[in-house]
């Protein structure tokens, strides 16, 4: 019995690092778009696919670290069977604002404005095709004060990672 719990286990972890590992070809930069938001929502969510692509509202942005865990929360819920939405791009909005009900998500940590919202993709290949939709996207710079600021949208009370994970999984209780 212990062996099979303990090849259970191993298996368990190595399909855990295996979407960790994904995470290095992710890209988190901040942009601005000459399409309006929602007509820019719509084309990015059409060149996702299977592949996570999502907008955020740069105000519910904790970190880049943030982002990641949101999308490797939402890699696992779908292998997994408890993925809530039918699409990874809304599963990570949901993951990353917290929320059990798309509508919250999308009110607390979608993007608001076509003038400045951060863009994640899932690998580069996505990066590039979406990268003609926006201009100037650049490496995210997030603050002290600003992650402060974007963690108290989100109801946390600290910026660390074990922080955000336990919000993220708070969520998922019912």
Known sequence: MYLMEKAEKDRE????VDKAD??????????KSEIPIKELVGKINMMGGKTAVQVFDPDAVISEAHLKAAYLNAMLAFDE??????????????FASMQR???EA?????????KGFVLFCGN???YERVK???????LPRFSKAHSTAAAHVLGLRGIDIGEIMEGMAASRVD
């Open 13 to 16: 972890i190595r399909r855990f």
């Open 101 to 103: 009900k798309i509508d």
């Open 132 to 138: 003609p939709l926006v201009v100037a996207p650049v």
């Open 81 to 94: 069977g408890r993925n809530i939405s039918r699409t990874m791009m809304m599963e990570i909005l949901l």
């Open 22 to 31: 994904s995470l290095k070809n992710c890209f988190v930069r901040t942009a």
């Open 124 to 126: 580069g290949s996505l």
């Open 106 to 114: 999308v009110r607390i940590s979608g993007a608001k404005s076509e």
